[in-house]
T-cell receptor, first 113, second 115 residues
Framework: DAKTTQPTSMDCAEGRAANLPCNHS???????VYWYRQIHSQGPQYIIH???NNETNEMASLIITEDRKSSTLILPHATLRDTAVYYC??????????????FGQGTTLQVKP | EAGVAQSPRYKIIEKRQSVAFWCNPI?????LYWYQQILGQGPKLLIQ????????DSQLPKDRFSAERLKGVDSTLKIQPAKLEDSAVYLC?????????????FGPGTRLTVL
């Protein structure tokens, strides 16, 4: 079972920041937070991941609370092309890990003009 | 770089028939995954290969599903015989390695409809 809780759906106005929350209250110290998204009729796409520090890349920013029990994915200027299902996943990373991603239901983000 | 390739993109069969899906991962990627995505749900891992060896097949229904990656590159996933509940999108993904923080790259998937 997925170890994260996300809202089922969210709307965002085009050009505005989209803030997608994720609850992972049972996260372990060696588990990372990963975000993937899946645009309609495509395979999932990696966005970003982090352990405890905030992370930023060309796609998004990831804010993780100090207690690591929740996080927020931020798309700073959402476009219509960002309409997708966003998955928050916790995963152990290490040489002994199988790399399995356990997907939940995700959040359907609808960006509106 | 070329992405993960899958074929066919769509397949319609009748229950109790057999079907096979093909995946060509990104060049140099040692780890290959097959996921099943039922409509309205997130993908679920069926099997993971590290080169040509199976790392995790705990969620693979072995009475009807089989997968192989004989030369450690391409892979095929087979269903025999198919059931109505096998209707789903079958996604193939690859990564440089299974551990660490290696990003998984997904193919476009094969949409299977079982009638």
């Amino acid at each position: 079972d997925a170890k994260t809780t996300q809202p089922t759906s969210m709307d965002c106005a085009e050009g505005r920041a989209a803030n997608l929350p994720c609850n992972h209250s049972t996260i372990s110290g060696n588990e990372y937070v990963y975000w993937y998204r899946q645009i309609h009729s495509q395979g999932p796409q990696y966005i970003i991941h982090g352990l405890k520090n905030n992370e930023t890349n060309e796609m998004a920013s990831l804010i993780i609370t100090e207690d690591r029990k929740s996080s927020t994915l931020i798309l700073p200027h959402a476009t219509l092309r960002d309409t997708a299902v966003y998955y928050c996943i916790v995963r152990v990373a290490g040489s002994s890990n199988t790399g399995k991603l356990i997907f939940g239901q995700g959040t359907t983000l609808q960006v509106k003009p | 770089e070329a992405g993960v390739a899958q074929s066919p993109r769509y397949k319609i069969i009748e229950k109790r028939q057999s079907v096979a899906f093909w995946c060509n991962p990104i060049s140099g990627h040692a780890t290959l995954y097959w996921y099943q995505q039922i409509l309205g749900q997130g993908p679920k891992l069926l099997i993971q290969f590290q080169n040509n060896g199976v790392v995790d097949d705990s969620q693979l229904p072995k009475d009807r599903f089989s997968a192989e990656r004989l030369k450690g590159v391409d892979s095929t996933l087979k269903i025999q015989p198919a059931k109505l509940e096998d209707s789903a999108v079958y996604l193939c993904a690859s990564s440089l390695a299974g551990g660490g923080n290696n990003e998984q790259f997904f193919g476009p998937g094969t949409r299977l409809t079982v009638l």
